[in-house]
């Protein structure tokens, strides 16, 4: 059970996500602003755990991205970062998020790689 941090934590990663039209379109604004609102709360030292999930549960893409976020990942495990990997890498190369380990496999040499969903962190190069 994630505890009161990793749900704040949560709603100030989703914060930022929301912001990108794909997730919720019309919807993203007024979600955005009972956040903050329970963020403001929860920086005043009141709990807001319950009122956050209620928030996440409101639509399908906030709530598999909250659980998505809280599951336990066992990120990194085997993977080796492969040192000097800033120029071009070929198809096949494998990319994983620094922080819950999703992994992203490269098609076609020079194909973007695209930032992780969850933390909108850049994914690095792994052997
Ligand atoms: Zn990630």
């Known amino acids: ?4 941090d990793d749900v704040v934590e949560c709603a100030r990663a ?5 912001a990108r ?3 919720l379109g019309d919807e993203a604004a007024s979600t955005t602003l009972r ?11 009141e709990d807001v755990t319950d009122a956050l ?4 549960e409101q639509h ?9 976020f809280l599951a336990p990942t066992p990120a990194l495990r ?5 040192p000097g990997t800033s120029g071009p890498t070929p198809a096949g190369s494998r990319f994983v998020c620094p922080k819950c380990g999703r992994v992203w496999v490269r098609r076609q ?3 973007e790689v695209p930032d992780c969903p969850i933390h909108l962190i850049a994914r690095v190069a792994v052997a």
């Open 78 to 82: 085997g993977y080796k970062v492969t």
């Open 35 to 45: 956040i903050d609102a329970l963020l403001t709360q929860a920086e005043a030292g």
């Open 21 to 23: 039209p794909d997730l």
């Open 1 to 4: 059970m994630p505890n009161e």
């Open 109 to 111: 040499a020079g194909e």
């Open 14 to 18: 989703m914060r930022a996500f929301l």
């Open 53 to 56: 999930r209620s928030v996440f």
């Open 60 to 68: 399908d893409a906030t709530r598999e991205w909250a659980r998505q």
